[in-house]
């Protein structure tokens, strides 16, 4: 499986990014999740989707704010990202947890990550 994220960038306080992941493999009947790494931080999930996308789970700063959608069909996943805050400033993962048809949220339950994307919110 190789996953090839897009959609990072800079943005100013309240604004929103869309994030985008697309895999590649036979199947994608898997979860998958978004992860960010701050500086000096360890990487935590903000948000997870089982299979075929009705198990969903939201880290609790994100909720109300972030939405993560798959489209089983073309293989992909997205992290829509609104009223964005500097402290949401990190590189972002996709993951994808192919051993799981849950939502998994550990990050050593994924198995194939992809090469992250930056994501700045200024203040």
């Known amino acids: 499986v190789q996953l090839v994220e897009s959609g990072g960038g800079l943005v100013q306080a309240g604004g929103s990014l869309r994030l985008s992941c697309a895999a590649s493999?036979?199947?994608?009947?898997?979860?998958m999740g978004w992860f960010r790494q701050a500086p000096g931080k360890e990487r935590e999930c903000v948000a997870a989707?089982?299979?075929?996308?009705?198990?969903?789970y939201y880290e609790e700063s994100v909720k109300g704010r972030f939405t993560i959608s798959r489209d089983n069909a073309k293989k992909s996943v997205d992290l829509q990202m609104n009223s964005l805050k500097p402290e949401d400033t990190a590189v972002y993962y996709c993951?994808?947890?192919?051993?799981?048809?849950?939502?998994?949220?550990?990050?050593?339950?994924?198995?194939?990550w992809g090469q992250g994307t930056q994501v700045t919110v200024s203040s």
């Open positions: 493999g036979r199947t994608f009947s898997y979860g």
């Open positions: 993951a994808a947890s192919t051993t799981s048809f849950g939502a998994r949220t550990v990050v050593s339950q994924y198995d194939y």
């Open positions: 989707i089982g299979w075929p996308g009705d198990n969903i």
